[in-house]
Nanobody, 117 residues
Framework: QVQLVESGGGLVQPGGSLRLACAASGTIFSIRAMGWYRQAPGEQRELVASIAGDGTTNYGDSVKGRFTISRGDMKTLVYLQMNNLKPTDTAVYYC???????????WGNGTLVTVSA
């Protein structure tokens, strides 16, 4: 089992920045990739950014050039640096971990990001 806890959400003005963090615990040796997804009201959950075990990153088109995913040295922490935030970035942001041993991924409970003047 892998547990994921997100932090760092909040209210920010357009053009501002936030950094989200996701802390993984449990059978962390089974994690092969981690990522951030978001879901706005009435919308489907969408990929924001992901990072594979070898460090390869992937970004959703709407955040390229503004968001950066990274991880800590122990690979139990994953960060999402969000710059130049827009009102359309308002959503609940979820951390996801893909495991070597399960088909279904693990999800955190999410952290709310609100971009508003």
């Amino acid at each position: 089992q892998v547990q994921l806890v997100e932090s760092g959400g909040g209210l920010v003005q357009p053009g501002g920045s936030l950094r989200l963090a996701c802390a993984a615990s449990g059978t962390i040796f089974s994690i092969r990739a981690m990522g951030w997804y978001r879901q706005a009201p009435g919308e489907q959950r969408e990929l924001v950014a992901s990072i594979a075990g070898d460090g390869t990153t992937n970004y959703g088109d709407s955040v390229k050039g503004r968001f950066t995913i990274s991880r800590g040295d122990m690979k139990t922490l994953v960060y999402l640096q969000m710059n130049n935030l827009k009102p359309t970035d308002t959503a609940v942001y979820y951390c996801k971990a893909d495991s070597l041993f399960t088909v279904e991924p693990y999800w955190g409970n999410g952290t709310l990001v609100t971009v508003s003047a």
